[in-house]
Each structure stands twice: as C-alpha cells, then as structure tokens.
C-alpha cells in the first residue's frame, strides 16, 4: 500500500449487500467498510459512490458506453442502477476491508479514550 493512499471508513446499513465478500468477510449490516479514496475503480470492485448526492455502497460493472451498480442480495426489492456518462456520479473509493459489527477493532475505534 504506497504511503500516499488515503482511507476512510463508512458505516453501512441495509442489506443491499450482504452477500459481497470482501476477503472472507460478508458485508452486513451494522459493520464499517474500510475505502481506499480514489475517483476509478476495476471492473467488479467493490465500490462507494455518490448518485445524485446519495452515498451506496455496490459491485462496479462496465457495459459498452455506461457502467451499472449492482447490489449483491437475494432480496428482489435491491435492483441494479444503471449509469450514464451524463449522470451525476462520481466513485469515491474501493472498499478494502469489512470491520465487522462488534469485532474488537470496531469497538477500539468508537470508545471515547481518557
């Protein structure tokens, strides 16, 4: 990881995708994903972007002339979202890590240290 990258973390919610597996961890609800900040992604990664000032969290796939962000749920009510060039949409990042809800790295990060 070159010393440059910058990371951020985002707490997720909902269940659009808690069948995406980053490494061995599912991406459930609750957990903070780990994002590298970068304005590109690969085809498949994992990405945050933000659509018409909405952050989501959804598999990238490229498509001749658009791109489309999928959800990775059983749940038919999670569609995927196709992207035009022309759309507001900008990727902030891939995501690199999930911290689980309750794992101890979690519960470091948000106790108030005296």
């Given at each position: 990881?070159?010393?440059?990258?910058?990371?951020?973390?985002?707490?997720?919610?909902?269940?659009?995708?808690?069948?995406?597996?980053?490494?061995?961890?599912?991406?459930?609800?609750?957990?903070?994903?780990?994002?590298?900040?970068?304005?590109?992604?690969?085809?498949?990664d994992?990405?945050?972007?933000?659509?018409?000032?909405?952050?989501?969290?959804?598999?990238?796939?490229?498509?001749?002339?658009?791109?489309?962000?999928?959800?990775?749920?059983?749940?038919p009510k999670?569609?995927?979202?196709?992207?035009?060039?022309?759309?507001?949409?900008?990727?902030?990042?891939?995501?690199?890590?999930?911290l689980k809800?309750?794992?101890?790295?979690?519960?470091?990060?948000?106790?108030?240290?005296n």
């Open positions: 990881m070159p010393a440059a990258d910058r990371f951020f973390a985002l707490h997720g919610r909902g269940n659009s995708m808690k069948q995406a597996r980053v490494g061995k961890d599912l991406i459930e609800d609750g957990d903070l994903v780990l994002v590298r900040q970068k304005t590109n992604a690969r085809p498949r994992i990405v945050v972007a933000l659509i018409d000032g909405e952050v989501t969290v959804k598999r990238f796939v490229t498509r001749p002339g658009y791109c489309v962000l999928k959800p990775e749920s059983k749940d999670y569609q995927p979202i196709p992207i035009l060039v022309e759309s507001d949409f900008r990727i902030m990042g891939t995501v690199t890590r999930v809800k309750g794992s101890p790295l979690m519960r470091d990060i948000f106790v108030e240290r």
